[in-house]
C-alpha cells in the first residue's frame, strides 16, 4: 500500500480491526518514510451484471435508480422505508446469484413486479401498467384480475409462490 502523503511503497499495519457486521476490514497504517498514519478499508466488491436495456445497449447495474422505481411506485403507499431497502436487497441477491454477466432489463423489471406484488398490490398496478406498456382498458383489467387471482388452498395473508422463470 503506498503512503497517500509521500508516495513511499513501505507501510506497516499497525492495528486491523473488523467493523460490526464482519464485512468490512479496517486497517491503520504508518508509512516507514515519512512516518505519517492512514487508515485503509477492505470491503468486498460484489460485480454486478450489466442492464440490456430494450434497445440494446448496455448499462452498469444502479442501485439508485432500482430504489427510485420502487420509491415511485410506492409513493403515498403505507410500506415503509425499511421494507423497500429490504425488497432492493432480495432483487440484488437474485441478480448476484443468477451469476451472469448481462441480464435484460426485462428480468429486472419481472423482479421488481414481483416484490411489488408482495409488498402492495396498487403499487405492483402502478409499476405493470408502465412497465407492460398498457395501452388499453382491458389491459390494465386483466393486470388487476391477475393480482385478485389466489390459487386454492393458499391463505389470504401468503405471498405468491415463487416465479419459475427465475429459479428456487
Known amino acids: 500500500m503506498r503512503c497517500p502523503f509521500c508516495g513511499a511503497a513501505d507501510t506497516q499495519v499497525t492495528d486491523t480491526r473488523l467493523n460490526e457486521d464482519g ?42 435508480k432500482l430504489l427510485f422505481s420502487l420509491k415511485l411506485a410506492l409513493r403515498k ?53 408502465v412497465y407492460r406498456n398498457f395501452e388499453d382498458v382491458d389491459e390494465f383489467s386483466n393486470a388487476i384480475k391477475e393480482i385478485q387471482k389466489r390459487p386454492r388452498g393458499r391463505p389470504k395473508g401468503d405471498p405468491p409462490p415463487e416465479n419459475d422463470l427465475f429459479g428456487p
Open 23 to 64: 464485512d468490512i476490514v479496517r486497517r491503520r497504517r504508518r508509512c516507514q518514510g515519512c512516518e505519517k498514519r492512514f487508515t485503509t478499508y477492505e470491503r468486498i466488491e460484489l460485480k454486478f451484471p450489466q442492464i440490456i436495456k430494450r434497445n440494446g445497449t448496455r448499462v452498469e447495474y444502479d442501485r439508485e
Open 77 to 129: 403507499r403505507p410500506v415503509t422505508a425499511e421494507a423497500i431497502l429490504a425488497a432492493v436487497d432480495r432483487i440484488e441477491e437474485k441478480l448476484l446469484s443468477l451469476g451472469e454477466r448481462e441480464v435484460s432489463s426485462e428480468r429486472v423489471g419481472e423482479l421488481v413486479m414481483r416484490e411489488l406484488r408482495t409488498l402492495d398490490k396498487i403499487a405492483y398496478i402502478r409499476f405493470a401498467s
